[in-house]
């Protein structure tokens, strides 16, 4: 069975930093792009970023030059580190497997993380 398991949210201040992982297991992790979205309450699920297998990445423009995507093939694990993190960043942050790097389709995902950014 696909599994992936998220970890690293927490409370951080604004300005801070935080480093989000995913650990992958059931699927052939290098051969999917993954990706990374999240859900503030009361609003839809948002894309954050995407990585190719080669390493390849794409992010939104909130994120782009805040928040870094990487991937250890080895170690099965896609990780997100989150910098001059905002109040606006604060959600619950899925990984998600995607079919293809442009995938909009996140139902194979993880059980999410929370993220908090409050001082």
């Known amino acids: 069975d696909v599994q992936l398991v998220e970890s690293g949210g927490g409370l951080v201040q604004p300005g801070g930093s935080l480093t989000l992982s995913c650990a992958a297991s059931g699927f052939s992790f290098r051969s999917y792009a993954m990706g990374w979205v999240r859900q503030a309450p009361e609003k839809g699920i948002e894309w954050v970023s995407v990585?190719?297998?080669?390493?390849?990445?794409t992010y939104t423009a909130d994120v782009k030059g805040r928040f870094t995507t990487s991937r250890d093939n080895y170690k099965n694990t896609v990780y997100l580190h989150m910098t001059s993190l905002k109040s606006e960043d604060t959600a619950m942050y899925y990984c998600?497997?995607?079919?293809?790097?442009?995938?909009?389709?996140?139902?194979?995902r993880g059980q999410g993380t929370q993220v908090t950014v409050s001082s």
């Open positions: 990585i190719g297998g080669a390493g390849t990445t």
């Open positions: 998600a497997r995607l079919p293809t790097y442009w995938s909009t389709d996140y139902s194979t």
